[in-house]
């Protein structure tokens, strides 16, 4: 059916199957994005039906992410086969394939959340003030974007900035895991509790993770040395706990300085 000729309640019923439970600015309601010869799995069922087939349809999106993931080696390949990957409807409702940024040799890899809008409208991870602000604790250790590689857990932008659901992280993260293999960091810096839940597969609080080593197992058999401290949107909110930030990438320059060295 047109996009056009749907019901008001259709139109509700489309952004509830793309995870949208909340409405915010004063911007019209937009009517569903025309996909020409695409089916969307869960577009027209009720919502009880998709609640069902959502669990099938991630479970297979999953798995076609990770059959997808296994005969990629670049990273160069792993962006198109994101940017045409269907299994997730984030991407319906997003302007850009928000990949990765940086440099793909680098020693760091940085790991957000989720594109914001100014990221889904101009493709590249943290160029609002979120990234504003990375950049500038970056620099405070000497590093820039030629040093270090930056992405995210989700590639598209959850609509209306809202928090990535289980299932659109679960659909996106074996993708996630080939671009860490690919970029092979020797140090991960995770920012905020979402990006760190998933990377580390914990519930934790990032309060309680902050300032402490993990590890993450590469498909090589080498470990990266993670770190996970607060996302800077937090900090743009509670300017406060920049402290606690700074002491967290100092413990990150300390130990990239000790083993360079
Ligand atoms: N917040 C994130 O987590 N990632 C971005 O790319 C921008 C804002």
Same mark, same amino acid.
């Given at each position: ?36 010869? =695409? ?31 296994? =005969? ?38 940085? /790991? ?9 409208? /101009? ?12 950049? =500038?604790m ?51 810096f ?20 902050r300032g ?15 770190l996970a401290s607060f ?13 606690k930030s700074w002491s967290d990438l100092l413990r990150l =320059? ?8």
């Open positions: 059916m047109e996009a056009e000729n749907l019901t008001l309640s259709q139109i509700l019923e489309w952004y509830v199957c793309a995870g949208v439970d909340e409405t915010c600015g004063d911007v019209p309601f937009a009517l569903p994005p025309k996909v020409e010869d =695409k089916p969307i799995p869960i577009v027209g069922l009720g919502v009880r039906q998709a609640t069902s087939g959502l669990a099938q349809a991630v479970s297979s999106a999953c798995q076609n992410a990770r059959d997808i993931c296994e =005969k990629i080696n670049t990273l160069d390949d792993l962006k198109l086969a994101v940017e045409s990957f269907d299994g997730c409807a984030l991407k319906m409702t997003a302007a850009h394939t928000v990949f990765g940024d940086g440099n793909p040799q680098a020693r760091v890899l940085f /790991i957000g959340e989720a594109p914001g809008a100014d990221e889904d409208r /101009i493709g590249v991870p943290f160029v609002g003030r979120s990234g504003h602000l990375l950049d =500038k970056m620099s405070a250790i000497d590093l820039s974007r030629k040093d270090v590689y930056i992405c995210n857990i989700l590639p598209w932008r959850p609509p209306g900035n809202r928090t990535p659901l289980d299932s659109e992280v679960a659909v996106c993260l074996p993708f996630l895991h080939r671009q860490i293999d690919l970029v092979d960091p020797e140090y991960i995770i920012l905020g509790a979402s990006a760190a839940n998933s990377v580390l597969n914990t519930a934790d609080t990032i309060s309680k993770m402490k080593w993990f590890e993450y197992q590469k498909s090589n058999g080498k470990k990266a040395k993670v996302h800077p949107a937090y900090m743009l909110r509670t300017p406060g706990q920049k402290a =320059k300390t130990k990239m300085n000790e083993e360079n060295s």
